[in-house]
């Protein structure tokens, strides 16, 4: 079973962390034992997203310049949250040097599901979250600048020795204007990314409340019924999509 997920989008703005972050609490509802790695150093969210900020004291870099151990510096969920590796506040040659291959055969036993939230664009952090994943979910909102950006964040990926599966993930998309010709429909984004789709999460104001706030979704919210979706597909059950005439 693959349980290393690259969580990545080219392009950011798209809401690849608020994904990340609420897809975990999905799994967690499903009883199933999660592991974040925010990999945005310098400029990290999932702590902030969950709410867990006062409880970061270390990081995985502290763990890699043996600074803590990786009990040390995870954060432990509490009330319905996964576990957070938080990034480190600033760059050193020691990650490019030993990458994430350290911190993951410490942790990929414990774990159901570990998602690596990589940060945007093609670069250093990418390559290091393509060496260690075994499946990837790339993130799009349903206009072209971002689609461009996804399809070539998945081919980079492959340039960096990833060889493992790729699914697309539609965030924020919204029907009614999809089916007006302002956002592109789902089997365009599809096509131009090149990627299978695993889901649609709809635009739901709440994402983006809950994700200042770091307080889980609501089962009444559009969005978390989406994750939950998303989640037991991953669980290899076999759930329809929700949305006609996309």
Known sequence: MHNIFLVASGKGGVGKSSVTAFLGRALVKLNKKVLLIDMDVSLRSLDLILGVTEK??????DVLEDRANVEQATVKGENGNPDLLCAPVSFSETISQKGLEPIIQKVK???DYIF???PAGLGEMLRLGSEVADMSLVVATPDEVCVRSAGVAADKMREYGFDGEARLIINRFR???SRKGRFLNADSVIDKTCV???GIVPEDSAVAFYSVTGSPLSSRNSAFNAFLRIAKRLEGENVELKFANL
Do not use: Q
């Open 56 to 61: 970061c004291v270390y990081d995985w870099g």
């Open 109 to 111: 036993g414990e774990y």
């Open 116 to 118: 690596l939230d990589a």
């Open 175 to 177: 029907k009614k204007e």
């Open 196 to 198: 299978r789709l695993i």
